[in-house]
């Protein structure tokens, strides 16, 4: 995701939220809406000064609501600094009220420029969108879907204020005609449905401006978590001495590897040893040893015929990993009901949560990893229903199942006690075989380390997101799960 305030993490909020602390700031602190609505179209006024600044010709296109105050102030400012800009009222201004009819007043004294929205679009160099904001629940229709059409054909770059219009601050996906903005401002703190579900097709880069308000206000404000940051890696990984040995680094024990599927406990395995626990062994199954051994000559390869013949391995392994090629047979169900017994940190990925999702049980250390077909089956319902919730999925994934739930996706999600985490990396490179099972392997390989469960989560989904970008500089198209291992080994080595 381009996500431009990098190395910070903020907090993230549903539509209601939001809409909670800006009447906080205004009914319990003191701070005028106007005043507010000015701080944003600051906001965007030094955005396209940053981010814009060879954009001499400007369209704002405003709307009926706050969302419009935003762009009629941002106008004002432009046209204040001698930039060639113009508003198109597809609320005809007449109908405006409270301080959006305000803001257009201020912007009509100081000279201001309108377009009649029934004229085409004009050639520009910037389109600002400012229909709707995050209040929008339903999808737009009319004359503004005719808007929105229209901002979508044209070849000139589009901000969007707040939110890209027609996108559900809450599920990120879009709730009819959608603005494709190349970037989007957001005011205060993230919304939900920047972060996830389809909302990357829509955003473009993502900037966050908090209007200035105090942190206290924010802080204790009602939320659904927070975002992920890129330095989380960084700051997590435990340091090494000199002196190290592979058994101060953990050891990884990978269950899986059914007959025919080797590769995927090899590429776990494997994504292990690469995120740097000091051993890694493999149970899978007596017919793939020689295919997981040949694959990578560091892990320690075993063939399990009965569940007994995983004692020895259990006792020695810090974290297990079950899932990566398990299969749904005899074989498969006696080893997962094997290894849920241990007290032993868990993975919980593949098949393993297909297995899962037919007896149910709640356990407080493991970590489940679900793509959203699994996270269907873990909760009974359609993978439809999972992308069209996915916070509200994994908020009931983690109810149902205790431990941590990551839902892997477009803005994966990471869930703990009820708290929702929101990756900010990653991209479609991922979506390839096997990444999921290196997702699980890297998560393994930090619990191994002695980082806790919730922060191995975390870490896990962001180092896994951040090596995709790192091998994606030159496209998307035709990356290998196994192609991830150079940029991993060279983001935990920052």
Known sequence: MNFINNGKQYPVFSR?????????????????????????????FMFIQEHYSDAKRILVIAGGGNNAGDGYILARLLHNAEMECYTMPVVPITKLRGDAMRAQNDYAIHDGRDIDCSDDLPECDLIVDALFGTGLTRPIENEFADMVNAINRTPAPVLSLDIP???????????????????????????????????????????????????TIIDNAEKLGMSLSDVMPARLLPARTQSGYKNLYGHVLVVGGNIGYPNAARLAGEAAARTGAGLVSVACHPDNVAAVASGCGSLMVKGIHEPRDLGDLLKKADVVLIGPGLGQDKWAQKLFARVIETNKPLVVDADALRLLSNNPSKCDHWILTPHPGEAAQLLACNTQEIQLHRVSSALAIQEQYAGIAVLKGSGTLTCHDQHIYFSTSGNVSLATGGS????????????????SLNDAANCGVMLHGLAAELISKNGTRGILAEDLFPAIYKLVNQ
């Open 165 to 215: 219009s027609g996108l559900s601050a809450d599920t990120g996906n879009p709730m009819g005609p959608t603005v494709y903005a190349n970037s989007t401002l957001t005011f205060i703190g993230l919304k939900s449905g920047l972060i996830t579900g389809e909302s990357r097709n829509y955003t473009g880069k993502v900037g966050v401006d908090t209007l200035d308000l105090p942190d």
């Open 16 to 44: 209601q939220q939001i809409q909670d602390v800006e009447s906080n700031a205004i009914e319990q602190h003191g701070f005028k809406s106007y005043d507010l609505m000015q701080r944003a179209g600051k906001a965007a």
């Open 436 to 451: 999921g099972d290196v997702l699980a392997g890297i998560i393994s390989s930090l619990v191994a380390q002695g980082i």
